[in-house]
């Protein structure tokens, strides 16, 4: 969903299309350069994560036989399925930051 369309636009940033220091850029330009990749780079191995941990949580959820609860919420945010939905939100949330940092 939309991790990976994130996904999509910082792979550029990330590699080819992100601005890269020239010898002719002053020490704080360069610095700002590097920074940039860094950002983009981090944001980019986030969103993946992001996708990763969902779509584990969404094998186990197909696969494993799941307590009747009486809202998606109380599914989410107790026993197993806990740590996978902070990952997701985490790295998801993370990885927007930096894509909305680098534009």
């Known amino acids: 969903g939309t991790a990976a369309l994130l996904t999509g636009g910082l792979v550029p940033l990330a590699s080819f299309a992100g601005p890269k220091p020239q010898s002719s850029d002053s020490p704080n330009t360069a610095r700002l ?51 996978a939905w902070t990952g997701v939100n985490s790295h998801f949330l993370f990885g927007l930051l930096g894509f909305v940092s680098t534009v």
């Open 33 to 83: 350069k590097r920074l940039h990749m860094l950002v983009a780079w981090t944001s980019l191995v986030s969103e993946l994560t992001a996708i990763m941990y969902a779509t584990i949580a969404r094998n186990v959820l197909l696969e494993a036989a799941v307590p009747h609860t009486h809202s998606l919420k109380e599914l989410l945010l107790r026993g197993e399925y806990a740590l």
